[in-house]
């Protein structure tokens, strides 16, 4: 794989994301939607040793605000850095809306991949799982509406 990119947002994501990386899945790591000005020291986990090289090949993209904007960031660096295969990371529930938004946006030959991120369990975990299913599934129809026309 070339490319990883992990849409921020959800808690987990970003960790997975740099274990996949760190762990040889591709070359390069991209998170998407981090906000402005957040250092690369705030995504690697402490303690981690990694060559300057490698921490050069980790992307901070603060300009895109929601899933649509972040497959345009995608599409831009899988465009420059003429990828071939990327892996998206993102939770389990957003992976319809996303993998949609990608898809739709990256280029054809660009083979995608999802890595899902489960959210953690916990008090009040079942009444967050409904929510969010259903917002997402709204949010789903929409995306498939939207992108219909575009």
């Known amino acids: 794989m070339d490319a990883i990119f ?4 959800g808690e987990g994501r970003i960790q997975e ?12 790591l991209y998170i998407l939607g981090a906000g402005r000005r957040v250092p690369v020291s705030r ?8 060559p300057a090289e ?3 090949r980790i992307h901070v993209e ?4 929601n899933t649509l904007e ?3 960031s995608a599409k831009s660096a899988a465009v420059e850095g003429k990828y071939a295969s990327v892996i998206l990371v993102t ?11 990608l898809r739709t946006v990256l280029p054809p030959e660009v083979s995608l991949s999802v890595i899902r991120v489960r959210p953690e369990a916990g008090p009040g975990a079942s009444w967050r799982w409904a929510r969010r ?5 709204w949010k789903y129809w929409g995306y498939r509406i939207l992108l219909r026309w575009e």
Request: aromatic share 14%; charged share 20%.
């Open 6 to 9: 992990v849409l921020t947002g």
């Open 17 to 28: 994301g740099y274990r996949a990386w760190s762990g040889g899945a591709a070359r390069d």
């Open 43 to 50: 995504i690697v986990p402490e303690g981690s040793r990694n």
């Open 54 to 56: 490698a921490l050069s």
């Open 62 to 65: 603060g300009w895109s605000e």
């Open 70 to 72: 972040n497959a345009f």
């Open 91 to 101: 939770s389990d529930y957003h992976v319809p809306r996303a993998y949609l938004a």
């Open 133 to 137: 299913h259903f917002l997402e599934g």
